[in-house]
């Protein structure tokens, strides 16, 4: 659990690096997609300035996915950016940017909730092992990256049959 305390950041000039090491198990349970992952490393600096405590860093989650166009697994190291604004003043909070500022009661920030936000969001929505996967073959089941199939691929719509008659002539 990763605690900063905003009265020892007001204390120092300079930004306090924050170094650790995270097991979000708990938080990737049930995932679909997601076949393992190791320790999410957390690399932040925290300053407080002007009553607005800034932290800032990235982390880094390497993670084993199921490719959603040919099904094989792949491993992946996401570095996953974190910037989060907290002040205990509610004046001090802008108008433009209320959604990016946390309003804080107590003079230390638990950092674990915006830290599971901030990595299920950056979990893929749709894995992929690379941009060029040509996925399964809709016909043999056959993956297309490994061996190609001779399958006839060029299916026409139903609904589009008319305007291939149209381009015959």
Do not use: W
């Not at 990737?28 to 002007?50: C, F, K, N």
Request: aromatic share 6%.
């Amino acid at each position: 659990m990763m605690l900063i305390s905003i009265r020892d950041l007001a204390s120092k000039a300079k930004p306090v690096h924050y170094s650790e090491k995270h097991d979000v198990t708990e938080l990737l349970q049930g995932r679909e997609g997601l076949v393992g992952h190791g320790t999410l490393s957390m690399e932040v600096d925290a300053q407080s300035a002007y009553g607005m405590t800034e932290v800032k860093g990235q982390f880094t989650l390497p993670v084993e996915l199921i490719c959603s166009r040919c099904l094989n697994t792949t491993e992946q190291t996401l570095f996953i950016p974190f910037h989060e604004v907290f002040t205990q003043k509610s004046e001090l909070m802008p108008l433009d940017e209320s959604d990016n500022t946390h309003l804080v009661s107590e003079d230390k920030i638990e950092l674990n909730p915006y830290v599971e936000e901030t990595v299920s969001l950056a979990l893929p929505y749709i894995p992929l092992c690379s941009t060029t996967c040509k996925g399964l073959c809709p016909e043999c089941g056959q993956n297309r990256n490994e061996t190609s199939c001779d399958c006839k691929q060029d299916k026409l719509d139903p609904r589009l049959a008319g305007l291939a008659d149209f381009f015959k002539e």
